[in-house]
C-alpha cells in the first residue's frame, strides 16, 4: 500500500485549494489493478467544491471501472483524515466495504469503509 499512499501525495500536490489552503490528495485502486488519482478542487461557492476522493471515484468510473480494492487519502494535517459523509457514500455505491488506507507525514492508518459509515444510503425498493 505503499505505492498507493505515494501517488496520493503525488496527487496532492496538484490540490487547487486557495480558500481552504487544505490539500488533500486521494489514490484508488481498482480490483483490475490500475490506480485512479484526485485531488481537491474547490470553488469560490464553497458548494460546488469537489473532493479528492470524489474526483478520484469519478475518473475511474469514467473510465469504466466499477469494482474498487482500495484508496489512499494523504493531508499534511496533524491528525489522519477521513473521507467526508459524501466521499463515503460515494465510495460505497461502488466498493461497499472497501479497504480505506489514511495517510499523513506521521504515518498511516488502514480501516474499513463500513468502520466510518455504518449505515449506509441504499437503493431500496426499485
Given amino acids: 500500500m505503499k505505492e ?12 487547487y485549494s486557495p ?3 487544505f490539500k488533500v490528495g486521494a489514490a ?3 480490483k483490475s489493478g ?5 485531488t481537491n478542487v474547490e470553488s ?5 467544491t469537489v473532493c ?10 469514467s473510465e469504466g471501472e466499477r469494482d474498487f480494492e482500495a484508496i489512499a487519502v494523504f493531508t499534511e494535517a496533524e491528525e489522519l483524515t477521513p473521507p467526508c459523509g459524501a466521499c463515503r457514500q460515494v465510495l460505497w455505491e ?13 504515518g ?14 441504499e437503493r431500496r425498493g426499485f
Fill in 94 to 106: 461502488f466498493s461497499k466495504d472497501i479497504l480505506i488506507i489514511l495517510a499523513n507525514t506521521k
Fill in 52 to 61: 479528492a476522493e470524489r474526483v478520484a471515484v469519478y475518473k475511474a468510473v
Fill in 44 to 48: 469560490a461557492s464553497y458548494g460546488l
Fill in 4 to 15: 498507493l499512499i505515494k501517488k496520493a501525495v503525488e496527487a496532492r500536490e496538484k490540490s
Fill in 108 to 121: 498511516n492508518k488502514e480501516m474499513r469503509l463500513t468502520e466510518l459509515l455504518p449505515f449506509p444510503f
Fill in 19 to 21: 480558500y481552504s489552503h
Fill in 28 to 30: 484508488l485502486k481498482t
Fill in 34 to 38: 490500475k490506480v485512479y488519482t484526485g
